[in-house]
């Protein structure tokens, strides 16, 4: 059990006695079901919510996690980065890549989901890296996803100057930048009822935009615009279907796997849903489906439309490049002259969805850290809506520094930063994979039976074995441009440094507070669970609704394991 760390106190000693040869539960009832665990535990005032102090409010409805769930992950890394991967991998290398890492994340998705709806937290890689690895690892994983969404709002910010301008060109975009940062932080003072609104309106707005661009794209490859049909024969020229083979695919999958970060969020919004037991698997069943229809869909699209040796598909990078982003360009292939005013549009609400979003996750993550202890208690304070305030203006503020920051002639300093919070982002996910893996082996472990897990994530072991492989694969090859052709000192620094800076955290919490790793018969399955919150009254109860007709089909491939 870790040692000497401000989660200690919170795991509880449990009796066990031995049947068939491993640990289960004391109980006078071999049912095999969840069976309460006794357990013997003091907990920390860092650990707990004292009495009559303000709480997170579960307000979350099940449609606003639902669409936030869906088009949450839709973001400019689709919208306007994701011509690089044709033109890096060709048609069907990008198809590969998109339909490699789709599956990636989906693993992701359902590890994270098992564990959340087994134990609501708004902090899950924190609190899971914590409660089943080390509470070093937790204090690292969470400071480090702070920082990489607190730089990432800050970009946002520079993105909506940026994007008002196409149509206000004469004015500065420092005043959208300021405006856009006040909606932001309305939204989240208000109360999550605020923010979970506006992101189902944003996020269906963004879903609208592409089920539009996925129909027109059809019309457009049958010849239905009135212009000549394309059918396939963009996978026939130089450099198709395929593109520098396993070197070009390679390449797509990096940046397929960036532009869908962002998708761990819904892992946080757990900690505010009224009904997780309901809500959170059908969340997370959802994945598969807006993975294959969001993303698939579209890069198919963009490759029968577009011809990989296009030159606007290695141009298009940021907010800036909306006029040339495949998306607009699809439209336009569609005799659409308002493309790229639509798509600036769309790019506007995804920028502030994702300022929004990061701004929310930002200040849960932030708040629990205080509450454990591993951050200012100031930063602990809740108002009486259930909104972590000093937590909100804390982000804020360093947000609008690295905004400034951009503002400065010598924009290096701000590709540095914004580059840093790029990696950090495949750090998050592998270590859900590692959570993933500790729990379910403690689970089995201390004798509880797979069947009562409210959510049972599928095809485990494989799943996060996978899923972790191919992260690994992806952090360590991140940084090839800056290898390869020509070593380039400045990029791989700033590329690489999330890593040493991981370590630091990492390593000078472990040796200041002497944690431990914690082992599988130690860990605690009780504390915080669901069953425990719902036994006390925490979380109100619904009734399971009967799996009907296909809905039962598909629960049963989420919930197919070993």
Not at 200 to 216: D, E, N, P, R
Not at 519 to 537: A, H, V
Request: proline share 4%; charged share 15%.
């Amino acid at each position: 059990m870790a040692a000497g760390s401000d989660y200690t106190a919170s795991i509880g000693v449990a009796h066990h006695r031995d049947i068939g040869g491993f640990a289960s539960p004391a109980s006078d009832d071999d049912s095999g079901g969840f069976q309460e665990k006794h357990v013997e535990a003091v907990k920390s005032p860092e650990s707990v919510q004292e009495s009559g102090e303000p709480k997170l409010q579960r307000k979350l409805k099940g449609r606003q996690m639902g669409m936030i769930a869906i088009g949450g992950t839709i973001g400019t890394g689709l919208f306007i980065g994701s011509g690089s991967t044709l033109a890096d991998a060709g048609p069907a290398g990008a198809l590969i890549a998109f339909l490699v890492m789709g599956s990636m994340v989906f693993f992701v998705c359902t590890s994270l989901g098992e564990m959340s709806t087994f134990i609501p937290t708004s902090d899950p890689f924190n609190h899971f890296a914590t409660r089943f690895l080390d509470p070093s690892l937790g204090f690292a994983f969470g400071w480090n996803y702070w920082y990489s969404w607190m730089l990432t709002v800050g970009s946002e910010l520079v993105a909506c100057g940026i994007i008002v301008q196409y149509w206000l060109p004469h004015l500065t975009g420092a005043i959208w930048s300021v405006i856009a940062l006040a909606i932001m932080f309305l939204l989240n003072a208000v109360s999550v009822r605020g923010y979970g609104e506006a992101e189902f309106w944003m996020s269906a707005l963004k879903v609208l935009a592409v089920f539009v661009f996925v129909i027109v794209g059809i019309l457009t490859v049958a010849g239905a615009t009135g212009g000549e049909a394309i059918g396939g024969r963009n996978w026939h020229i130089e450099g198709a279907p395929f593109k520098d083979h396993i070197v070009g695919i390679l390449k797509a999958c990096i940046v397929a796997a960036f532009s869908m970060q962002g998708t761990e969020i819904v892992g946080i919004t757990v900690g505010e849903c009224a009904n997780p037991r309901r809500e959170v698997p059908r969340v997370i069943r959802s994945v598969f489906w807006r993975i294959l229809f969001f993303y698939i869909a579209s890069i198919l699209i963009i490759g029968l439309v577009i011809p990989n040796n296009d030159p606007n598909l290695v141009s298009a990078s940021g907010a800036g490049d909306v006029a040339i982003s495949p998306f607009t360009m699809v439209f336009q292939a569609a005799g659409a002259a308002w493309a790229a005013h639509l798509m600036n549009a769309v790019v506007l609400v995804t920028v502030l969805s994702a300022g929004n979003s990061g701004l929310y996750a930002c200040t849960r993550v932030l708040w629990v850290l205080a509450r454990e202890g591993k951050a200012p208690r100031v930063l602990r304070r809740v108002t009486r809506r259930g909104v972590p305030f000093w937590a909100l203006v804390f982000t804020s503020l360093w947000s609008a520094v690295v905004f400034c920051i951009s503002l400065a002639g010598n924009q290096s300093v701000y590709v540095f930063l914004i580059n840093l919070s790029g990696l950090t982002g495949m750090g998050f996910w592998l270590g859900i994979g590692l959570c993933h893996w500790r729990f379910r082996r403690a689970y089995v472990a201390q004798g509880y039976d797979l069947n009562d897990l409210p959510y049972r994530a599928g095809f485990f072991p494989f799943g996060p074995v996978y899923a972790c492989t191919l992260l690994a694969i992806i952090i360590i090859g991140q940084g090839y441009g800056t290898i390869w052709p020509k070593f380039d000192a400045v990029g791989f620094v700033s590329t690489y440094l999330a890593i040493p800076l991981f370590l630091v955290f990492w390593l000078g919490w472990k040796f200041v507070k002497k944690t431990k790793w914690i082992k599988l018969m130690d860990i605690d399955l009780t504390t915080g669970s669901l069953l425990e919150m719902e036994r006390n009254g925490d979380i109100e109860i619904f009734p399971l609704p009967e799996n009907a007709g296909w809905r039962k089909y598909v629960r049963w491939f989420h919930r197919k394991s070993d």
